[in-house]
């Protein structure tokens, strides 16, 4: 059976999505670390926390984008569920001041997108 574009798209957003969230949130959990270490509890909590959702959904992300690209059925709703993940982390780090407008906005870049294609009946039912 030949992967519709939009999943191949799809698949390639998310691997991508996962490996620059993979690479952040072990950054903030390393941060987070440091900031314990320094006698900053608060802030080294606040990095293990929005670094650990970071890790979460970047797993998440990975996991869907090879299910995916394998065509697995059980590979859209792991996507749906690292697409909330993300959104909620990104929205969490925004409120509380951890992250500035423009870094939300182009953190929500891919999960926007791999939700909006996601939606489509073709992609949903490959």
Not at 20 to 39: A, D, P, R, S
Not at 40 to 58: D, H, I, P, Q
Not at 75 to 103: D, E, F, R
């Amino acid at each position: 059976m030949q992967r519709p574009t939009g999943v191949t798209i799809l698949a390639v957003l998310a691997i991508i999505g996962g490996l620059l969230g993979l690479c952040g949130g072990l950054t903030l959990f390393g941060v987070g670390g440091l900031g314990v270490l320094g006698g900053s509890a608060e802030a080294g909590g606040m990095g293990f926390l929005f670094g650990g959702l970071s890790v979460v959904s970047a797993i998440l992300y990975l996991a869907f984008g090879i299910g995916a690209w394998m065509l697995k059925p059980w590979a859209w709703i792991l996507g749906i569920i690292g697409v909330a993940v993300s959104i909620l982390s990104t929205l969490v780090t925004l409120v509380s001041g951890n992250s500035s407008l423009i870094s939300a906005i182009i953190s929500l870049i891919i999960p926007g997108i791999i939700a909006i294609i996601s939606k489509r009946k073709k992609v949903r039912n490959s």
